[in-house]
C-alpha cells in the first residue's frame, strides 16, 4: 500500500463579516476567535490491489471540519468529513492532485495538496454489473418478506474461524415495518461507462444503529435503532474489489461506496461483501465496529424493485392443489371433511372443556360458507358443545 503525507501551512479567510461598527465585535465573541487551523497534515493510504480505494486521514489544530476535493473534475463539489477520515473510489488509473481544507472557528480555513497515483485494475462480473443496474440504471429495496432479511452474527467461531451466518439474530417478515423509514428506502445503482454509482433515497430519514448514533450524529445512543433525520446526500460512487474475509458461501466480491455511503441501514461501514446474488435479489455481509469497540457481522437481503408484481414479492408460480368453495347448503361432504367427536385426551391436549359433535347445529354450510358454531348446553357430561373438523 502507497502511503503519500504531506504538511502544508497555508491559511486564508474565506468569510465576510458584515455588521455595523458598533455590533462588529460582539458577533465575532458569538462566533469564537477567527483563528485558522495550524500543522495540517494529510495521509493517503492507496490500496494495491487494484480497487481504486484510497484512505486519506487529514489532522490540524484547531480543526472544526475538513473538506476534501478529489481531483476528480474541475466542477467538483467537497465531500466532508467531520474527524477528518474518508474512504474515495478511483474508476481510472492516474494522477490525482487532491485538496483538503481544514476549517476552524468562524470559518476560517487551512488547505493542503496531495498528489497521488492510483492504479485500477479490477474488473466487476459483467452479470453482476447487468444485475445491479440493469445495463444503465436499476432500483433496489429491502426484501422485506421474506425471514432473516435483516441479521446479525459473530465475525467468527471460538476456533477464529469466520462466520458468514446470522445465527444470533434474524428479523421476521415486516419486523421493522413499525419503524417507519427502513423499508421505504430505495436504493439506485448506475452505470455509466466502467463507473458504477449508488443514490440512496432515504425520503429525508435514516434507520441508525444505536451504537453509531454518537459518533455519527453526536446525539445520546437510544434503547433500540431507530430513525433519525439524515440527508444521503448525492449519488456515490462504487468501487469492486476480491474479498479477503475466508468465508466460504460468498462470492469474493465486495464493494465500497464512496464519500462514507451506506447501503440503508446506517453501521457506519461502507464496504459490503455479496454473498450470493442472481438477477434480481443480492444478499450481502457488512462488518460493523460501533462506538464501543466491538464488532458484529451484519445480514441483508436486497431485492429489485422491477422484480415485484402485485403486492410487493418476487413473481412465484402456484400450483392449485386441494380447494373447497362450500357450494351446497347442509353439513360438510364426508368426501372431504372428518369429524373429531367427543373431548379426546384432556380437552384435545389444550384443556377444552367443549364437547365436539358431527351435528349440524355445530357445523354446517350455507351459501357458501362453512360455519363452525360454539353453544352453551348440556351434552355428555360436557357444558358446552362446537364442533371440530
Not at 253 to 264: A, D, P, R, V
Amino acid at each position: 500500500m502507497k502511503q503519500y503525507s504531506f504538511k502544508i501551512f497555508q491559511f486564508f479567510l474565506f468569510v465576510g463579516i458584515l455588521a455595523s461598527v458598533s455590533s462588529c465585535r460582539e458577533d465575532i465573541s458569538e462566533i469564537g476567535d477567527l483563528t485558522a487551523p495550524t500543522n495540517l497534515n494529510v495521509v493517503a493510504n492507496v490500496s494495491d490491489d487494484g480497487s481504486g480505494i484510497v484512505n486519506f486521514s487529514a489532522t490540524a489544530d484547531d480543526a472544526m471540519i475538513y473538506h476534501f476535493f478529489f481531483g476528480t473534475g474541475s466542477n467538483e463539489t467537497p465531500t466532508i468529513s467531520s474527524n477528518g477520515t474518508i474512504q474515495q473510489i478511483y474508476r481510472s488509473s492516474g494522477e490525482y492532485d487532491v485538496k483538503v481544507i481544514a476549517y476552524g472557528p468562524g470559518g476560517v480555513g487551512s488547505n493542503a495538496f496531495v498528489n497521488i497515483n492510483v492504479e485500477v485494475v479490477y474488473e466487476i462480473p459483467a452479470d453482476l454489473l447487468q444485475a445491479l443496474t440493469g445495463g444503465s440504471s436499476r432500483e433496489w429495496r429491502w426484501y422485506k418478506e421474506v425471514p432473516g432479511h435483516l441479521g446479525v452474527g459473530p465475525l467468527a467461531d471460538d476456533a477464529g474461524l469466520p462466520v458468514g451466518e446470522p445465527i444470533w439474530y434474524q428479523a421476521q417478515a415486516f419486523e421493522k415495518e413499525a419503524d417507519g423509514c427502513l423499508y421505504t428506502d430505495i436504493m439506485t445503482f448506475t452505470q455509466e461507462g466502467n463507473k458504477v454509482s449508488l443514490l440512496l433515497d432515504n425520503m429525508g430519514s435514516s434507520f441508525f444503529n444505536r451504537g453509531e448514533v454518537n459518533e455519527a450524529l453526536g446525539q445520546s445512543a437510544p434503547e433500540d435503532d431507530s430513525c433519525f433525520d439524515f440527508d444521503a446526500g448525492p449519488s456515490k460512487s462504487v468501487g469492486f474489489f476480491q474479498s479477503e474475509s475466508g468465508l466460504e458461501n460468498t462470492t469474493d466480491i465486495s464493494f465500497l461506496i464512496g464519500s462514507n455511503g451506506f447501503l440503508s441501514y446506517y453501521l457506519g461501514s461502507s464496504t459490503y461483501e455479496i454473498l450470493s446474488y442472481n438477477e434480481d435479489q443480492m444478499d450481502i455481509r457488512v462488518i460493523q465496529t460501533d462506538d464501543a469497540g466491538a464488532q458484529f457481522a451484519w445480514y441483508q437481503k436486497m431485492i429489485a424493485v422491477d422484480a415485484d408484481t402485485g403486492g410487493g414479492g418476487p413473481d412465484i408460480e402456484y400450483e392449485l392443489v386441494w380447494e373447497d368453495d362450500f357450494l351446497f347448503n347442509g353439513p360438510p361432504s364426508s368426501s372431504r371433511w372428518s369429524f373429531d367427536i367427543g373431548t379426546g385426551n384432556n380437552g384435545w391436549g389444550n384443556g377444552e372443556s367443549q364437547y365436539y359433535t358431527d351435528r349440524t347445529d355445530n357445523t354446517f354450510i350455507e351459501n357458501g360458507i362453512l360455519n363452525i358454531v360454539a353453544k352453551r348446553e348440556p351434552f355428555a357430561n360436557s357444558q358446552f358443545t362446537s364442533g371440530r373438523i
